[in-house]
């Protein structure tokens, strides 16, 4: 008996020193205290999530999104690094958990029986369930407020979609009516359809209420408020042998609320409306301008001893700053991009300057001036006729270089032509916010609003002939 008492506890040792044996060779470990109770964590946790327009995108260069804004703030907290694994779906993370290729699945996976099973979730808690998307301010007399007034009116949702059966299924609850118009999901986006009831071009869809809660912030008189499903429950999830990155979590965000409800705000209610929609709405503005004495703004000198260095027409730096700012030094994006030209932080620091410095308009239009610079040359192969290469140029200023890049690679492999901007990249720009095509293998850097960027490009190159018609 003794005798195999000492066998298991053998093998019981055996195997406690094989399981540190590994977690030493994957990563140095980092010990946090929590009330007395020290728990090892990796110093560079590798974190799964989904590239999508809430959870993690690229944005002028810059990650971002709500869970990877979370995530920065939680691996800050606990003086960690972390490293982002994107996936395509919430399965296939589940399946890197169990084989050890990622630490945090930092995502919303939904609380089911299916996943519970497999995984420990832990991190924040979210609700959400599938909304209708109505435009208020269109037809006031004709809002739905209750699901019996769907009988007779058409929802137009994605076809063999989640929106498309629970459709389905309300309709035979309430007894039929409901006209359902499904449209091919690789053809459409939860944001085309957004779109389109913003523009009254159709009456009604329906997407998951935290979809359409960040849509708010883009599209400003749609109605959400009719609920069409249950809640849905979501957390994020690891392995059910992570118990201690589990516990820091939870602590985490039941002590840090004030960050989680910051974070909310920023990528849920902050309007995003800079220079989303129509060819130019600012024309009104733009013909407020005088023009005396040929000035454009109180910052042309700079503007033009700007151009000089950079072999650029100094009214060409004006109307990106017209766009940019209209002219105001001292504002800040949504995002954290400053001053006049509206800089990023991280670009900022990137070219030796404190992000602060970029509200004095002459350190800002000089940072500006050197990413128009990289950024001729970096396109200067790929697109070899300078008048085309502008809009290449104005493209990745707006969005990063990145994201045009995954265009051209786009563009060569749909058929487009990968060296003009019209209706060529610039269509495969737009393409990108679909999920069909950022999830595409040529495109490295995932989910991108690109409606926003063919119409900066548009509005810039309005207004830089508007500028030299008057100067």
Known sequence: MNHLKNISSILLAMTLFLIASCQCKRSNSHSINLDGMHIDLPDTLRVGMINSPTTYFDYRGTPMGYDYELMSRFSKFYGLQFKVIVGGTISEMIQWLDEGKIDILASPVPVTAEFQDRVLLCGPRNVSNQVLVQNSDLSKDSIVSDVTDLVGREVTVQNDSKYFYRMQNLNEEIGGGIRIKPIAKDTISDDDLLNMVWKGEIGLTVVDSDVAEAALSYYPGLDISVKISLDQYSRWAVAPDSQGIATALDRWFADEKNDESEVFKKYYHLSKLEFFDGPHKDLDDLRMLTFTDGRISPYDNIFKVAGEKAGLDWRLIAAIAYVESHFDADVSSWAGAKGIMQVMPRTAESYGYNPSEMLNPSKCVDVAIKILSDLNKLF???????????SFILASYNSGPGHILDAI????????????WNDNVEAAAIMKSKP?????????????????TVNFVRKVQSTYSYFKDRT
């Open 380 to 390: 200067e192969n790929k697109v070899p006729d300078q008048t085309e290469r502008e």
């Open 409 to 420: 690679a786009l563009a060569n492999k749909y058929g487009l032509n990968s060296q003009k």
């Open 436 to 452: 069909a095509y950022y999830r595409d293998p040529v495109v490295k850097n995932g989910y991108f609003r690109g409606k926003e």
